[in-house]
């Protein structure tokens, strides 16, 4: 059996040129998860990451404080998140055809944080449902929780633990695997996760067994309010 530590990245950098850097928030928020762990005595035996920026900084970051104990960090792009700027371009037109309300908005909702969420909520669904899109996607939500999947999986010939940091979407994928859910349940769940929270999953010949979902008590003890985000 092998323990898989997933831990989602650092708040990102929503409504700015480039989303995929830290904000000065996620960056402080990395920080103290390795604090956390370098207190509690955490230790892993490999660590993942994702090729996006925001999740590899939130792994150098955390595992910087670990010293001589933080394992050499590999890249992995079976952990990057689905592409959510595709995925809006190629559903959001045929949405807009179906509501005008949905109509002009354009890049907005990569600005508004309150305008994004219910958004890309129907544009995610819409993937989701495996609807057809109005322009070219990488991969099908199925193919996408495939891969995401897969990637836990072959961690399994790693030592143990392994901690991987990664998205909420493929934190979500591979919860959807580990607890059967469907994909409205699923996708409910992926609004719920934190900004550098933890999630641990047993590894077996049996499949997946959900540990621990959305532990964010290294950010809950430092009494600061603001440190807790979701985008």
Known sequence: MTTVVLVRHGQASFGTANYDRLSPLGERQALILGQHWRDSGFAAGRALSGSLQRQQRTAVAALGLLGSAAPALATDPAFNEFNHTQLLAAYLPRLAAEDPALKDLGSTVLKDPALFRPIFHKVVAAWTEAREPDGAIDETWADF????????????????????????????????????????????????????????????????TLTGFNDIAHLQLARDETLLTRL
């Open 145 to 208: 929780c495939a891969r995401c999947v897969d990637g836990v999986r072959r961690t399994a010939r790693s030592a143990d633990p392994v901690v991987a940091f990664t998205s909420g979407g493929v934190i979500t994928a591979v919860l959807r695997e580990a607890l059967g859910l469907d994909n409205g349940s699923a996708l409910r769940l992926n609004w719920r996760i934190w900004n550098a929270s933890v999630h641990a999953f047993h590894l077996s010949d049996k499949g997946l």
